[in-house]
C-alpha cells in the first residue's frame, strides 16, 4: 500500500465532485477552445489591480494525500484574502450546466481549503469568475468560508478519493503478485520470441524506445506483453498501453490477455472500440448489429442529444466504476452489460476505465491525435509503456492526424445549418472567403508555406455562435456536426501549423478547397513519446532503422548496443521463423512496369498469372499497383481465360464483401485467383495460414502515384538534409511489398511462393531492402519461371 498519495487539484474534483449529465453534440464543441481559455487566463491575470498574485502554487497533505495546484489569483491584501478560479465560457452563467457550475465551486473550494491552511487563515473569500470571451463579460459571485468549513468539504472529497485509491491499490497489489508468478502461457517460447521478450523487458526497465522488426510467426503480440506484464509485477510501471491501427490487431492482443488471464493473471484490462461500434443507440435506432470498425469510415449518424444514457452519466458514474473495477476484464461485453445495468454510454464509460486499468488496448489516436488524444495522458503520473502494434503504419497515420482540410462546397442541406439563423450564416460567410480566396489565380492548385488567416477567423466565428445557437435550441444533423469535427480539425491544425506543412489551395468547379497538409508529423510524435517512459515499437518491417527512427519521433534515446550513435533508439531484427526453402522468391525482371511502359506488357502479364496458377493446384493472390491496373488485367484475362473467374478487390469494399473475398481463400474452398491492391486490406494484417495462400504476385515495387502531395512529402525530406525519394516513395513502397509478401508463410510448416514483377526488383536499391531470409531466383523469361516454379513444388 502506498503511504502517500498525489493529485493535482484538478484531478481530485474531477474524480470526485464531477456531477450531472455527459456533455454531447453541440455542448462538446460549443466551449472555448483550450487556447482560447489559456488566452483568456492570462488576459484576465493582466487586469487585475496591483497587488493580487497570480499561478500561486499550493500544496497540502491531508488524510495521507498530498494535493497540489496552482490558484489563479489571490488578493493576499483583501480581508480575508479572496482566493480566484477563472473559467472561461462561450454563455452567459444561468445557462451552464448545473453540475459544471458546481465543478467550478467544488476546485475553488479546495484552493481555498489549500491557502487556508498554507497560510494558517481562518477565512477565506472563494470566488469564481466566468469569462464570457465572446462579450469580454466577467461575472463573478463570492462565499466567505471559514477554514473549519473548507476544511469539511476538503475531507469529504479527499474521502472519496481515497477510498478508490485504496480498492485500485488491493487490486494492483493483487495483479502484481499475480503477474509475478505468472509463466510463460504457452510454455515454450517460438525461435526468437525470448530474445524479443527480453528486449522489450529491458527497455520497460530502462525506459526509451526500442524499434523490433519481427518476421510472421514469431509471435509479437506474445513476446511484448507477456514482458510487460511481468514489468507489472517487478513495479517497473503502472500501466501497458497497447496501440494498434486495426481492430484485428485489437483482438489478437485481447487473445494474448485472455491466454494470460486464463493463466491465472489478475491484471484488469479495457479493450477501446470505436463509438459507433458501441453505441446503444445506434443500434436501438437500426435494430442492427453495430458495422465492424475500418479506419477512414464516416462516423455513425447519431443525435446524441436525445440519449438517454449521457443523462445523469456522472452521478451513477462512481458505482459503476467500482463494479467494473472488481469484474476486471473490460472486454466489450462487460463494458456493455455494466452499461446497460447502470444506464450509462458504454463507450464514455469505457473511456473513463481507461485511467483505471492495468491495460489499454485502443487506436493510436487516444494517444497521438492532437484533437482525440485524452488529457489524462498529459496529467497522469503513472509510469507507462506503450506497445506499438503494426508500427510502421504511424508516420503516415500521424501525419493525417496532423491535417486539416475545408472546402466552400458545404455538406449537403440535411446539416441543420440554415440562413434563417446566426450559425447558418456564419457558415455560408466562411463557404464565401473560401470561395473568393486565391480566385485571381491561374492555377488550380496552389501551395504556401503559411496558413491562412482570413480562413481562421472565419472558422472562428463560426465557433463563437454555436453556444448560442444550442442555448436557443438549435440542433444540428449528425451530418452537420461531422463537419463542425472537421471545421475543429482545421482550427487545431491552423493553430499548431509549423515548417513542415504546407497550405494546398485547390480550385475545382466554382469550389476551393483549402488543405493544412502536413508533411512530416516526427515532431510532434517525439513529444508525445517522451511523455511515456518506455515505447516498444514493432512489425514484421521497421526496415531500414534508421528511417523508421526518425519517423517514428524515437530518436532520442540512449542506444543499448556500442555501434549506434547514442541518439538512436534499441533495434532488434528478429530473423525468419519458417525455414528458408519454405519459401520460394522469383523475381522478373524482364518486365518494366514503370508507368509509361507498363501497357506493353500486359498480354505477358495475363500469361505470367496462368503460368503461376497451373503451377500447382491452390489460392493465388494477384497484387497491383492500382485499381486501374488491375481493372485493366482483369478485363484482359476475361478474354483470355474466360473459364477461370476472379475474384477482385473493390474500392470501398464493404465488410461484408471483404469477408466473402476472404472466404475464397479458406481451406477446402475450390483453387481461387484474386486480385487484390498492394498495401490494401488484403496485403496487411491478414492470415492466410496452411494452403489458404500458395502464392503471391507483386506487380511492381509500389511506389506512390506521383503527384503534388508526395512531391512535397519529397522536398521536405530534402530540406531537412534526408534523402527525398527514398523517404518519400521507395521505403514505404517496399514496406508495402514486404507486407504484401508476408502474406504468403504464415508458420513454420507452410510452403509458397512470392513472385516479384518488375525490372526494378534487379536494381540494387530494392534489393537491398529484400529481407536477408529470403533466396531470390532471377528468371529470365517466361519459361524460366515455369521452370523454376515446377523446381520449387517438387521440392514439397
Ligand atoms: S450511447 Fe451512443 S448516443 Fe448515447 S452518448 Fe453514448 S455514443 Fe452517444
Redesign the pocket.
Known amino acids: 500500500m502506498t503511504d502517500l498519495y498525489r493529485v493535482s487539484v484538478t484531478e481530485l474534483v474531477q474524480f470526485s465532485c464531477r456531477s450531472g449529465d ?1 456533455p ?1 453534440g453541440l455542448q462538446v464543441s460549443s466551449g472555448p477552445t483550450a487556447s482560447e481559455g489559456q488566452k483568456a487566463h492570462r488576459k484576465l491575470q493582466k487586469r487585475r489591480p496591483k497587488g493580487v498574485e497570480t499561478e500561486v502554487a499550493v500544496t497540502q497533505t491531508l488524510a495521507g494525500l498530498q494535493i497540489s495546484g496552482r490558484i489563479d489569483v489571490v488578493y493576499p491584501g483583501q480581508l480575508p484574502p479572496i482566493i480566484e478560479e477563472i473559467k472561461s465560457t462561450h454563455v452567459s452563467v444561468d445557462k451552464l450546466d448545473h453540475g459544471q457550475q458546481q465543478l467550478h465551486w467544488s476546485q475553488a473550494k479546495v484552493y481555498g481549503y489549500c491557502y487556508a491552511m498554507q497560510y494558517d487563515l481562518e477565512q477565506v473569500a472563494i470566488q469564481v469568475v466566468w469569462y464570457n470571451t465572446l462579450e469580454d463579460t466577467e461575472h463573478s459571485a463570492q462565499q466567505i468560508m471559514s477554514r473549519a468549513e473548507l476544511a469539511t468539504f476538503a475531507e469529504q472529497v479527499v474521502r472519496r478519493y481515497l477510498d478508490w485509491m485504496r480498492l485500485l491499490d488491493a487490486h494492483r497489489e493483487k495483479a502484481r503478485h499475480t503477474a509475478r508468478e505468472l509463466r510463460f502461457p504457452y510454455g515454450e517460447f517460438r525461435p526468437g520470441q525470448r530474445r524479443m521478450a527480453e528486449s522489450v523487458y529491458r527497455v520497460i526497465r530502462d525506459g526509451g524506445n526500442l524499434l523490433a522488426e519481427a518476421p510472421t510467426g514469431t509471435g509479437k503480440t506474445m513476446s511484448v506483453l507477456f514482458p510487460a506484464v511481468k514489468a507489472i509485477g517487478a513495479n517497473k510501471i503502472d500501466k501497458i498501453l497497447y496501440l494498434t491501427a486495426k481492430r484485428t490487431t485489437r483482438e489478437l492482443a485481447q487473445i494474448a490477455i485472455q491466454k494470460m488471464v486464463d493463466q491465472g493473471l489478475v491484471l484488469t484490462y479495457v479493450i477501446l472500440q470505436a ?2 461500434n ?5 443500434r436501438e435506432d437500426k435494430s442492427s448489429e453495430p458495422a465492424p470498425f475500418q479506419l477512414g469510415d464516416p462516423a ?1 449518424s ?3 442529444s ?5 443523462k445523469g ?1 456522472f452521478d451513477r458514474l462512481p458505482e459503476a466504476r467500482e463494479a467494473l473495477l472488481k469484474a476486471g476484464h473490460l472486454t466489450q461485453e462487460v463494458i456493455e452489460r455494466y ?1 446497460r445495468d447502470f444506464q450509462l ?4 464509460l469505457a473511456l473513463q476505465m481507461l485511467h483505471w486499468v492495468d491495460i489499454a488496448v485502443c487506436d493510436y489516436n487516444y494517444v497521438y491525435d492532437p484533437l482525440v488524444r485524452l488529457a489524462y495522458f498529459d496529467e497522469s503520473r503513472e509510469r507507462m509503456v506503450a506497445l506499438v502494434d503494426e508500427s510502421h503504419n504511424l508516420p503516415d497515420r500521424a501525419r493525417s492526424m496532423y491535417s486539416g482540410a475545408l472546402s466552400s462546397r458545404l455538406p449537403a442541406a440535411t446539416t441543420g445549418f440554415s440562413r434563417k439563423d446566426l450559425l447558418g450564416r456564419r457558415v455560408q460567410a466562411l463557404a464565401r472567403v473560401l470561395r473568393r480566396s486565391r480566385s485571381d489565380e491561374d492555377a488550380s492548385e496552389v501551395v504556401l508555406a503559411e496558413p491562412d488567416n482570413t480562413v481562421y477567423n472565419a472558422c472562428q466565428r463560426v465557433t463563437e455562435v454555436i453556444s448560442e445557437f444550442s442555448e436557443k435550441g438549435g440542433r444540428l444533423t449528425p451530418e452537420g456536426l461531422e463537419w463542425l469535427k472537421t471545421l475543429y480539425r482545421y482550427l487545431k491544425i491552423h493553430e499548431l501549423f509549423a515548417p513542415s506543412h504546407r497550405t494546398i489551395w485547390t480550385r475545382q468547379d466554382r469550389h476551393t478547397e483549402v488543405e493544412l497538409f502536413c508533411c512530416d508529423a516526427t515532431r510532434w510524435l517525439q513529444v508525445l513519446n517522451e511523455k511515456i517512459h518506455a515505447k516498444v515499437f514493432f512489425s514484421a518491417t521497421l526496415s531500414p532503422p534508421a528511417f523508421y527512427s526518425h519517423r517514428l519521433g524515437a530518436m532520442s534515446d540512449g542506444a543499448m548496443t556500442d555501434d549506434c550513435p547514442p541518439h538512436w533508439p534499441k533495434w532488434l531484427a528478429l530473423d525468419a521463423t519458417f525455414p528458408a526453402e519454405n519459401q520460394g522468391v522469383f523475381v522478373l525482371p524482364f518486365i518494366d512496369l514503370r508507368w509509361h511502359a507498363r501497357a506493353r506488357f500486359e498480354s505477358r502479364i495475363v500469361q505470367l498469372i496462368d503460368i503461376l496458377r497451373t503451377s500447382k493446384a491452390g489460392h493465388y493472390l494477384v497484387f497491383f499497383p492500382s485499381y486501374g491496373f488491375m481493372n485493366q488485367i482483369h478485363a484482359l484475362w476475361q478474354q483470355y481465360r474466360p473459364d477461370i473467374p476472379v475474384v477482385v478487390q473493390t474500392t470501398d469494399s464493404k465488410d461484408t464483401e471483404r469477408e466473402a473475398f476472404l472466404a475464397h481463400f479458406s481451406a477446402g474452398h475450390p483453387p481461387t485467383l484474386g486480385f487484390a491492391i498492394i498495401g490494401g486490406v488484403f496485403a496487411e494484417g491478414v492470415d492466410f495460414e496452411g494452403d489458404r495462400l500458395s502464392g503471391a504476385m507483386i506487380l511492381g515495387v509500389g511506389l506512390p502515384q506521383f503527384n503534388l502531395r508526395q512531391s512535397l512529402l519529397k522536398a521536405e525530406f530534402e530540406q531537412q538534409g534526408l534523402p527525398g525519394f527514398d523517404y518519400a516513395y521507395r521505403y514505404p513502397a517496399m514496406t508495402r511489398v514486404l507486407q504484401t509478401a508476408g502474406r504468403v508463410i504464415r508458420s513454420e510448416t507452410d510452403r509458397g511462393v512470392v513472385v516479384l514483377v518488375d525490372s526494378r526488383f534487379n536494381h540494387a536499391e530494392y534489393r537491398t531492402r529484400f529481407p536477408n531470409h529470403w533466396q531470390p531466383e532471377l528468371c529470365a523469361q517466361e519459361s524460366a519461371f515455369a521452370n523454376a516454379l515446377a523446381a520449387f513444388w517438387r521440392g514439397s
Request: charged share 20%; with cysteine.
Open positions: 455527459l454531447t463509438k459507433k458501441t453505441c446503444f443507440c445506434l455513425p447519431l443525435d446524441e436525445a440519449c438517454a444514457y449521457c452519466f452499461a454510454c458504454p463507450f464514455e
